[in-house]
């Protein structure tokens, strides 16, 4: 079975950073993708950002663009989010996903096979 977890959510303010931490673990599992999207309250979830597992390919969506930066480990299954200049519209449940399949699209939930709980961002303004 595999596991997801995300850590680092917190209270910030706004043009602060946070940077966000999630290992996806079980057995042999080794992922070809690894995501984060967000919800905040009353809001579908979207798309944050993504990265390919092996050649390292990254993708943003452009709310987040130039501010956030996505890197890997692949020895730890480990996806950091660096989160920096962040905004009050930021202020979301973050969640990490883990992509087991091969396939083009990195920047749909559909995609992605194995969800975390969620780590609790909020930036006050």
């Known amino acids: 079975q595999v596991q997801v977890v995300e850590s680092g959510g917190g209270l910030v303010q706004a043009g602060g950073s946070l940077r966000l931490s999630c290992t996806a673990s079980?057995?042999?599992?080794?992922?070809?993708?690894m995501a984060w999207f967000r919800q905040a309250p009353g809001r579908e979830r979207e798309f944050v950002s993504s990265?390919?597992?092996?050649?390292?390919?990254?993708y943003y969506a452009d709310s987040v663009e130039g501010r956030f930066t996505i890197s890997r480990d692949n020895a730890k299954n480990t996806v950091l989010l660096q989160m920096n200049s962040l905004k009050p519209e930021d202020t979301a449940v973050y969640y990490c996903?883990?992509?087991?399949?091969?396939?083009?699209?990195?920047?749909?939930?559909?995609?992605?096979?194995?969800w975390g709980l969620g780590t609790q961002v909020t930036v006050s303004s």
């Open positions: 079980g057995g042999t599992f080794s992922p070809t993708a």
């Open positions: 996903a883990a992509k087991a399949r091969w396939g083009v699209v990195l920047t749909a939930a559909g995609a992605f096979d194995y």
């Open positions: 990265i390919s597992w092996n050649i390292g390919n990254t």
